[in-house]
């Protein structure tokens, strides 16, 4: 028999038969019986009333009666009350986009949404790798998103965190208009200190309502503005809510500070050191170690002097480190952790943090006058060079020092660990994040010449982008030196990735050549010449497809 499965099913002419079934004690049936009858068939669950009569034709009595639950459902609905209609978006003023970047955006975002066969696909570009790259190009040019693009640039953004910061400074405020009014995506409201509008920071009662009404996004974004333009007034606005504010949000706001860190901030930064979050603690004691004059950096240094000497025999200076022996409530006040992470002695994880926000100069004078790069060329007695040099490198990292990261970074042709500062790869991309963007692509460039890409991917990233010629060259260079020794690309996928991503997009007509398929060498892996050829097939469309974009957010 037929079963129906909506409320509006009706019933079709079925007849004398159904013209003489009883429909009003079938009437009393609750809509969950009539379904429970059509699920089980009426043989087996007539629809029949308790203690009633069965129809003489079932089936289409049990349609007639879903026809009259429907009809009685419909006739006593009642209106719904219209809620509120939303208020206008608010303006963007920024130009619109040019037509051809509007297209490409379209199919940039369509690409995102459509499914994937995993991998990547031979030698066409990876267009889902090229949005930030199109978003950051499209906010340095100043452009407003097109209202009809919103929705798959917010759906992108809640896929990848990454996009977030530049997709929701594309969107602008009717971005987060929008986002206002779909709990999907509520993220933007939380992280959209960037996109959000300011009030007039000139006027003290707008700034004064946005403070205590706001989002915290927008409060984030409120204290920025205030901060850059006025940091002492930033602080005084901090300070009216800082003993109500949760834990988590002292915490941002302290981050804040970050920007214009200055010697006026340290009063408000000793208040924080007695604060009831160990995490808001920790981050006040480190924005203190990071100013030089600060109370806290001349704590620190004192405690660390007292543990790190030079020693002089003869001619010779080196270097005596004798650790802490306890960790006292003075040095845990000033942000030192007394429980050290596993695997870890308490002394050398004490000494440490001792070094780590003690101001670098101290070391210059403390060693005689020496220069950084002196400093760190000294013997270090009892195998303590290496907690002592990776200190150092947290405090040329915290302290934004050139010289001191220079120095600890050593020669980039130097093998890594017969350098003077350390062969962390991690380490030395955070010292060379320190430098100018020149240095640093100089120096990347002559690492991977000497050491090849191996060991050369966090460096690269942070270069920046476009890479500089000579380190650009060098990646393609070492590419081609992996491709001639015969190995499959996938080893170098990351680093091809980045260059497709990185490298100037002039340079792909200079590729061209290494697109061609090599004849297999011997020992070389099978087809290996041929997954490389589709490898630079790729990297030179992606240049190439770059360019094209950069052309059409420029028209």
């Not at 068939?41 to 308790?50: H, L, Q, S």
């Not at 760190?376 to 303590?384: E, I, K, M, Q, R």
């Not at 100018?436 to 690269?460: P, Y």
């Amino acid at each position: 028999m037929p079963r129906p499965t909506s409320p509006t099913t009706t019933a079709a002419d079925t007849g004398t038969a159904a013209a003489a079934a009883p429909s009003a004690p079938l009437g009393s049936l609750s809509w969950e019986e009539l379904v429970t009858s059509a699920l089980l068939g009426t043989d087996r669950r007539p629809p029949t009333p308790r203690g009633g009569p069965v129809p003489a034709d079932a089936p289409a009595a049990l349609l007639n009666a879903a026809a009259l639950h429907t009809v009685r459902q419909r006739a006593g609905l009642l209106p719904a009350v219209p809620e509120a209609r939303p208020e206008p978006a608010p303006p963007d003023p920024r130009p619109a986009l040019p037509e051809a970047a509007r297209h490409r955006l379209a199919h940039l975002l369509a690409d995102r949404a459509a499914p994937s066969g995993g991998g990547r696909r031979g030698a066409a570009p990876d267009l889902t790798e090229l949005i930030p790259q199109w978003l950051a190009t499209a906010n340095r040019k100043g452009f407003r998103a097109p209202a009809a693009l919103l929705p798959p640039l917010l759906d992108a953004a809640r896929a990848r965190t990454d996009l977030r910061p530049q997709a929701l400074t594309f969107a602008g405020p009717r971005g987060l208009w929008l986002a206002a009014l779909n709990p999907d995506w509520k993220f933007a409201l939380r992280g959209a200190a960037s996109g959000a509008p300011h009030p007039d920071i000139t006027d003290p009662e707008a700034v004064g309502r946005l403070w205590e009404e706001g989002l915290f996004a927008e409060r984030v974004a409120l204290l920025d503005a205030v901060r850059a333009q006025d940091p002492a007034a930033a602080l005084v606005l901090l300070a009216t809510t800082w003993p109500a504010e949760r834990a988590e949000d002292r915490l941002m706001f302290l981050d804040s500070l970050r920007s214009g860190l200055g010697g006026d901030d340290e009063p408000f930064l000793e208040q924080a050191l007695s604060d009831r979050s160990r995490n808001v603690r920790a981050t006040a004691a480190e924005l203190l170690s990071a100013l030089p004059g600060s109370a806290l950096a001349g704590r620190m240094a004192a405690r660390a002097t007292s543990c790190v000497n030079p020693d002089r025999t003869g001619d010779s200076t080196s270097i005596a480190v004798e650790a802490p022996h306890e960790c006292d409530a003075g040095m845990q006040r000033d942000g030192v952790a007394a429980v050290p992470p596993t695997g870890r002695g308490e002394r050398s994880w004490w000494l440490g943090q001792l070094v780590e926000a003690t101001p670098l100069g101290v070391w210059e004078e403390r060693f005689g006058g020496r220069t950084a790069e002196e400093v760190v060329t000294l013997p270090v007695a009892d195998d303590w060079a290496g907690e002592l040099h990776a200190a150092w490198c947290r405090a040329a990292v915290r302290q934004r020092n050139p010289q001191w990261a220079r120095a600890l970074l050593g020669h980039p042709s130097a093998p890594p660990a017969s350098g003077p500062g350390t062969a962390s790869i991690a380490e030395r991309s955070k010292l060379l994040a320190i430098l100018d963007h020149a240095e640093r692509a100089s120096w990347v460039a002559e690492f991977i010449a000497a050491h090849g890409l191996s060991e050369a991917f966090q460096l690269l990233g942070v270069c920046t982008v476009p890479w500089a010629g000579p380190l650009g060259r060098a990646v393609v260079d070492a590419l081609d030196i992996a491709r001639d020794g015969g190995s499959y690309p996938w080893s170098f996928s990351g680093v091809m990735g980045l260059a497709e991503r990185c490298l100037d997009p002039a340079e792909a007509d200079r590729l061209e050549v290494l697109t061609a398929a090599q004849d297999e060498q011997e020992g070389a892996s099978p087809g290996a010449g041929g997954y490389w050829s589709e490898a630079f097939q790729r990297l030179v469309s992606t240049l190439r497809l770059r360019a094209a974009m950069e052309a059409e957010l420029m028209s």
